[in-house]
């Protein structure tokens, strides 16, 4: 028998849950999965409350995305039709979609519909759940939203106005698909670099307990070549024994003392933070050296 998955999109409070809880919950054979679901457990997994970065965010966003389809597939893989409360507001992010779910099950019916709810009832789900959007927000953001097109792969279309399903197929356009791949395409390859570079960065960290590297005493300007433990030994103030690579610290050899250093100088400002422009040229090196660690430390200052 062929299996169904069946995509409910829209923006928020544009009716998805309540209509999939209408038209798919009773049915035993259906697992319901929703994005809002793994977008959380995205944001916990990176260690995010409230706050996070853009880059982060997007991160976060496209690992939800990538887990909800491993799962969608596993599902259909063990016999069940799936409906999924998705945003997918870009004809790309369905076209991945559709291409990953048939290349991986064979026999697949696949349906999307698009909640495109009247100004009214808009209103209506704003109040019901006191949203602080307003209509406009939430149009402008629908505004955003491609309209699903027969070329992404879909077998049927559907509008839904208020609870009002209609069959709506366009005009196939057929150039979106090859558009569509590239821009993937170059999208996960950016974030491949963005990774490597991460998990360089940490062995680079890593190795910074291990390897030798170059230790400078900011007050006498000895300077060595030895490993944490050795500087550590032998008295010196330095990560990542003492403190953290990158930022503001002491920088010392056994011999000297804290007194002198950037780091109580710019402890003992009214606002303890750096100002190059107040720093002598020995403080002005110093700085930079500690702004540039660990790499700062590898090679040898000429
Ligand atoms: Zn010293």
Known sequence: ??????????????????????????????????????QQAAYKEAGFGKHIPFRQEFKCL??????????????????????????????????????????????IYIEVYVMCPSDSAWNTYINERK????IQQLKSI???????NPSEGF????????GNIGLRMDAPKPEIVDAAHKE?????????????KEKQRLELLESMNSRRFWHYCEICGAKTFCTAQEAFEAGWDYPPRIGYFGLLGPRTCGKCTLNDTLFIKVHQQAIPIVIEKTLTEKELQT????????????????
Not at 131 to 134: E, I
Not at 294 to 302: C, F, R, T
């Open 155 to 162: 077998d049927k279309i559907y509008e839904v106005i208020d």
């Open 1 to 38: 028998m062929n299996r169904t998955v069946t995509f409910v999109i829209g923006t928020t409070a544009s009716g998805k849950t309540t209509f999939i809880k209408n038209h798919f919950s009773d049915n035993r054979n259906t697992v319901i999965l929703n994005i809002y679901d793994y």
């Open 184 to 196: 993937l395409s170059e999208e996960a390859q950016q974030m491949k670099q963005e990774e490597d």
């Open 287 to 302: 700085w930079r050296r500690i702004k540039n660690e660990p790499e700062s430390l590898l090679e040898e200052e000429k």
């Open 142 to 148: 629908a505004k955003e939203i491609d309209f699903p």
């Open 131 to 134: 949203l602080d959007s307003s």
């Open 62 to 107: 496209y690992k939800a995305n990538e887990n909800l389809l491993v799962d969608i597939i596993k599902t259909l893989q063990e016999g069940k039709d799936v409906v999924v409360e998705q945003t997918l507001y870009k004809a790309k992010r369905r076209i991945a979609y559709i291409d990953a779910i048939r290349n991986a099950v064979e026999n």
